[in-house]
C-alpha cells in the first residue's frame, strides 16, 4: 500500500443494507490488509482485489488487473483486419458473437459497405442467442456466489441448447470466427430456423422457472437488496454500461440509442427496474435487468424468425471483400454486449491490410473501475455480491 | 434542447475559447473529431463540455492512446451527451514523443483515471494531475510500452526468457 490509513475509531456504525446496520462498540480495532484473489472463485477469474478491513468492513478496495492481458491490441497490429476476429473471440470469451459483430461493424464502417439484409438478420438472431447464453452464465454463478447451487444446474441444462444450435450452425461451442467482415462464415442449416424456434418456445417458461427458484427467493433478496448502490450520476460519471447502467435507472441501449444492424426495425423494451422488487441501483436491480432481458431477446429471436427474408440459394460470401484495405480514415464503431458497450477504435492508415492502430474498449473494465466506490463500507461476504452483480469476464477485462 | 451537429458543438467551443484553441473541424464519415491545440486549455475545455447546458458530454466513451510513428502520440477522446442530447464528437489531443505530457481529465470524466493508466501504460503518456498513474495491465516493473511502434520487448524478465 502507497498511502496509509489513519484514523482507528472505537465506536462504529455501519450500514449494510436496506435496514441493517452493524453497531461496534468498544473495539480497538486495527485495519488488516487481505488478498481476495487472484485465485478465488468470486472474482470469476485472475482478479485480484487488495482490502483493506476494519473487522468485517471494508475501508478500501483496489482491484489489480493484468493477470490475463495477452495486449490484444498489439496482435492486432500485426494480422490482417480478417484475422483479428478469432481474436476478438477471445476477449469475451461469454459473448464473442456480440465482440466480433462490433468489431466487424467497425471494419465496415470504414470500408462503407452494405451488408445484404438477410445477413443482418442471421448476425442478430446469434447476437441475441449469445447474449442469452452470457446472460445465463451471470445469473447462475450470480447464484452460485451466494450461495444457491441448484439454479446453476438448470440454467446450465438450457445454455447446452444454445451452445448446441451454435455449433450446429459453425462447428465451435464458444470461439465461433462466425461473423465475417461482409457477411458470416456459414449460412443456416437447413431446418435451424425452426430449431431456433423451438428452443424459445421451450426456453420462456424455464426464465420463469428461473426466476421462481433464484430471484423470489428470500435468502437471495436478502443477500443483494441493497447492497452496493450505485446511482445513476455516478454511474454515468464512471462511464458504465449495459445492466450496470440500466440497473441503477437509466434508460440506455445501444440498440435503441445508437441504432445498428437491423434494430430499429425491431420491437423490444429497454429494461430498467422499476424499484418494487429492488432498491434502483442495487446489485439485485442489476440481477433483474438480466433476468429480463432473456424475454426482450427471446422478443427479439422471434420477430427475426418471422422477418428474415427466404432465399435457398443464398451465398453468405458473396459481399466478403477478398482483400481489405480500408481508405486511411478513423472510427469508433460500438455494439451493446452483454456486458456493456464494447467499442472497437480502428485507424487505417490506407495503405497496408493491417490496422494501424485497434483499440477495445472494454464494457468489463470500465465497469469494474466502480469497484472501489461501491465496495467501500460494505461487509467483505458483500464485495463477493457486488463484484457478481457487476458480472466481469476477465478475458474482457485484460484484454 | 435539439441533438447538436459536430459542426454546431465546434462553433460553440471556438466561441468561448478563441479560434487558436483548437483545430478546424474534421468532419469524417466515420469519426468527427478536432484537435486541441493549447493544452493548458484542455482541462477548462472538457470541464465546459461536461457542463454547458448546451453540451453536457457527461459520457466519456472510450479514451485510447495512439503512437502516430511521426515522433508523436496523440489521445483520442470519444464523448457523449448520454444523459441530455444524445450528440457525440470525438477530441484529439497530441504531444512529442520527448515531451509526452497531456493534462488528465481523470477528475472531470472518472472513468478517465484507468482509460488513462492504460494509455500510460501501453503507449507512455504521462498524464499531468491523474491521481494514481501507475501501470495496470502490465506487471510494475515491466520495461518500455508495447503500444510504441519501436518497442522492442527486452531480454528476460524475472529470469525468464520473454521472446519466444
Given at each position: 500500500?502507497?498511502?496509509?490509513?489513519?484514523?482507528?475509531p472505537?465506536?462504529?456504525?455501519?450500514?449494510?443494507?436496506?435496514n441493517?446496520?452493524?453497531v461496534?462498540?468498544?473495539?480497538?480495532?486495527?485495519?488488516?490488509?487481505?488478498?481476495?484473489?487472484?485465485q478465488h472463485p468470486?472474482t470469476?477469474?485472475?482478479l485480484?482485489?487488495?482490502?483493506?478491513?476494519?473487522?468485517?468492513?471494508?475501508?478500501k478496495?483496489?482491484?489489480?488487473?493484468?493477470?490475463?492481458?495477452r495486449?490484444f491490441e498489439k496482435h492486432?497490429?500485426?494480422?490482417?483486419?480478417?484475422?483479428?476476429i478469432?481474436?476478438?473471440?477471445?476477449?469475451?470469451?461469454l459473448a464473442?458473437?456480440?465482440?466480433?459483430h462490433?468489431?466487424?461493424?467497425a471494419?465496415?464502417?470504414l470500408l462503407?459497405i452494405?451488408?445484404?439484409?438477410?445477413?443482418?438478420?442471421?448476425r442478430?438472431?446469434?447476437?441475441?442467442?449469445?447474449?442469452?447464453?452470457?446472460?445465463?452464465?451471470?445469473?447462475?454463478?450470480y447464484?452460485l456466489?451466494?450461495?444457491?447451487?441448484?439454479p446453476?444446474?438448470h440454467?446450465?441444462?438450457?445454455?447446452?441448447?444454445?451452445l448446441?444450435?451454435?455449433?450446429?450452425?459453425?462447428?465451435?461451442?464458444m470461439?465461433?470466427n462466425?461473423?465475417w467482415?461482409?457477411?458470416v462464415?456459414?449460412n443456416?442449416p437447413p431446418?435451424?430456423?425452426q430449431?431456433?424456434?423451438e428452443?424459445?418456445?421451450?426456453?420462456?417458461p424455464?426464465v420463469d422457472?428461473?426466476m421462481?427458484?433464484?430471484?423470489?427467493?428470500?435468502?437471495f433478496?436478502?443477500?443483494t437488496?441493497?447492497v452496493?448502490?450505485?446511482?445513476?450520476?455516478?454511474?454515468?460519471?464512471?462511464?458504465?454500461s449495459?445492466p450496470?447502467?440500466?440497473g441503477?435507472?437509466?434508460?440506455?441501449?445501444?440498440r435503441?440509442?445508437d441504432?445498428?444492424?437491423?434494430?430499429p426495425?425491431?420491437?423490444f423494451?429497454v429494461?430498467?427496474?422499476?424499484g418494487k422488487?429492488?432498491?434502483?441501483g442495487?446489485?439485485?436491480?442489476?440481477h433483474?435487468?438480466?433476468?429480463?432481458e432473456?424475454?426482450e431477446?427471446?422478443k427479439?429471436?422471434?420477430?427475426?424468425?418471422?422477418?428474415?427474408?427466404?432465399?435457398?440459394n443464398?451465398?453468405?460470401?458473396?459481399a466478403?471483400?477478398?482483400?481489405?484495405?480500408?481508405?486511411?480514415?478513423?472510427?469508433y464503431?460500438r455494439?451493446?454486449?452483454?456486458?456493456g458497450?464494447v467499442g472497437?477504435y480502428?485507424?487505417?492508415?490506407?495503405?497496408?491490410?493491417?490496422?494501424?492502430?485497434?483499440?477495445a474498449?472494454?464494457g468489463c473494465f470500465?465497469?469494474l473501475?466502480?469497484?472501489?466506490?461501491?465496495?467501500?463500507?460494505n461487509?467483505?461476504?458483500?464485495?463477493?455480491?457486488?463484484l457478481?452483480?457487476?458480472?466481469i469476464?476477465?478475458g474482457?477485462?485484460?484484454? | 434542447m435539439?441533438k447538436?451537429?459536430?459542426?454546431q458543438?465546434h462553433?460553440?467551443?471556438?466561441?468561448?475559447?478563441?479560434?487558436?484553441?483548437?483545430?478546424?473541424l474534421?468532419?469524417?464519415r466515420?469519426?468527427p473529431?478536432f484537435?486541441?491545440?493549447?493544452?493548458?486549455?484542455?482541462?477548462?475545455?472538457?470541464y465546459?463540455?461536461?457542463?454547458d447546458?448546451r453540451?453536457k458530454?457527461?459520457y466519456?466513451?472510450?479514451?485510447?492512446g495512439?503512437?502516430y510513428?511521426?515522433?508523436?502520440?496523440?489521445v483520442?477522446y470519444?464523448?457523449e451527451?448520454l444523459?441530455?442530447?444524445?450528440?457525440k464528437?470525438?477530441?484529439?489531443?497530441?504531444?512529442?514523443?520527448?515531451k509526452?505530457?497531456?493534462?488528465s481529465?481523470?477528475?472531470i470524466?472518472?472513468t478517465?483515471?484507468?482509460?488513462?493508466?492504460?494509455?500510460y501504460?501501453?503507449?507512455?503518456?504521462?498524464?499531468d494531475?491523474?491521481?494514481d498513474?501507475?501501470?495496470?495491465?502490465?506487471?510494475?516493473d515491466?520495461?518500455?510500452?508495447?503500444?510504441?511502434?519501436?518497442?522492442k520487448?527486452?531480454?528476460?524478465?524475472?529470469?525468464?526468457?520473454?521472446?519466444?
Amino acid at each position: 500500500m502507497a498511502e496509509t490509513i489513519e484514523h482507528t475509531p472505537k465506536t462504529r456504525l455501519s450500514q449494510v443494507g436496506a435496514n441493517q446496520y452493524i453497531v461496534e462498540k468498544d473495539l480497538e480495532t486495527e485495519y488488516m490488509t487481505i488478498n481476495m484473489g487472484p485465485q478465488h472463485p468470486s472474482t470469476h477469474g485472475v482478479l485480484r482485489v487488495e482490502l483493506v478491513t476494519d473487522g468485517e468492513v471494508v475501508v478500501k478496495a483496489t482491484p489489480y488487473l493484468g493477470y490475463l492481458h495477452r495486449c490484444f491490441e498489439k496482435h492486432a497490429e500485426a494480422l490482417d483486419y480478417q484475422q483479428v476476429i478469432p481474436y476478438t473471440d477471445r476477449m469475451d470469451y461469454l459473448a464473442a458473437m456480440n465482440t466480433e459483430h462490433a468489431y466487424v461493424m467497425a471494419i465496415e464502417k470504414l470500408l462503407n459497405i452494405e451488408v445484404p439484409r438477410r445477413i443482418e438478420f442471421m448476425r442478430v438472431i446469434v447476437a441475441e442467442l449469445q447474449r442469452i447464453a452470457s446472460h445465463q452464465v451471470a445469473i447462475a454463478t450470480y447464484g452460485l456466489d451466494i450461495g444457491a447451487f441448484t439454479p446453476f444446474l438448470h440454467i446450465m441444462r438450457d445454455r447446452e441448447h444454445i451452445l448446441t444450435l451454435l455449433e450446429w450452425l459453425c462447428g465451435a461451442r464458444m470461439l465461433y470466427n462466425y461473423i465475417w467482415v461482409g457477411g458470416v462464415s456459414h449460412n443456416f442449416p437447413p431446418k435451424f430456423k425452426q430449431r431456433v424456434a423451438e428452443f424459445v418456445k421451450y426456453y420462456k417458461p424455464k426464465v420463469d422457472e428461473m426466476m421462481a427458484l433464484l430471484t423470489e427467493n428470500e435468502l437471495f433478496i436478502e443477500r443483494t437488496r441493497g447492497v452496493g448502490i450505485l446511482p445513476a450520476d455516478v454511474a454515468i460519471n464512471y462511464g458504465c454500461s449495459g445492466p450496470m447502467l440500466r440497473g441503477s435507472g437509466v434508460k440506455w441501449d445501444l440498440r435503441k440509442n445508437d441504432p445498428y444492424s437491423i434494430y430499429p426495425e425491431l420491437e423490444f423494451d429497454v429494461v430498467v427496474p422499476d424499484g418494487k422488487l429492488s432498491i434502483i441501483g442495487d446489485s439485485l436491480s442489476r440481477h433483474l435487468v438480466r433476468c429480463y432481458e432473456i424475454y426482450e431477446s427471446l422478443k427479439i429471436i422471434q420477430q427475426c424468425i418471422d422477418k428474415m427474408p427466404e432465399d435457398p440459394n443464398f451465398d453468405p460470401h458473396a459481399a466478403v471483400p477478398k482483400r481489405i484495405k480500408p481508405p486511411a480514415g478513423e472510427v469508433y464503431a460500438r455494439g451493446e454486449n452483454p456486458r456493456g458497450e464494447v467499442g472497437f477504435y480502428v485507424i487505417s492508415d490506407g495503405k497496408s491490410t493491417k490496422p494501424f492502430r485497434c483499440k477495445a474498449r472494454s464494457g468489463c473494465f470500465v465497469n469494474l473501475s466502480v469497484l472501489p466506490e461501491l465496495a467501500k463500507g460494505n461487509l467483505i461476504s458483500d464485495v463477493v455480491a457486488i463484484l457478481g452483480s457487476i458480472d466481469i469476464v476477465l478475458g474482457e477485462v485484460d484484454r | 434542447m435539439p441533438k447538436l451537429t459536430p459542426e454546431q458543438i465546434h462553433a460553440i467551443i471556438r466561441e468561448e475559447f478563441g479560434t487558436e484553441a483548437v483545430s478546424d473541424l474534421d468532419n469524417s464519415r466515420t469519426m468527427p473529431n478536432f484537435t486541441v491545440l493549447d493544452h493548458s486549455l484542455w482541462q477548462p475545455i472538457a470541464y465546459f463540455m461536461r457542463t454547458d447546458e448546451r453540451l453536457k458530454f457527461d459520457y466519456l466513451a472510450c479514451l485510447s492512446g495512439v503512437d502516430y510513428n511521426d515522433g508523436t502520440l496523440g489521445v483520442v477522446y470519444n464523448l457523449e451527451s448520454l444523459a441530455a442530447y444524445q450528440h457525440k464528437i470525438a477530441v484529439k489531443l497530441k504531444c512529442t514523443k520527448e515531451k509526452n505530457v497531456v493534462p488528465s481529465v481523470a477528475e472531470i470524466w472518472r472513468t478517465a483515471e484507468w482509460h488513462e493508466r492504460e494509455a500510460y501504460d501501453l503507449v507512455g503518456i504521462i498524464f499531468d494531475g491523474h491521481p494514481d498513474l501507475r501501470r495496470i495491465l502490465c506487471p510494475e516493473d515491466w520495461e518500455g510500452h508495447p503500444l510504441r511502434k519501436d518497442y522492442k520487448v527486452q531480454e528476460y524478465y524475472h529470469g525468464i526468457k520473454v521472446p519466444y
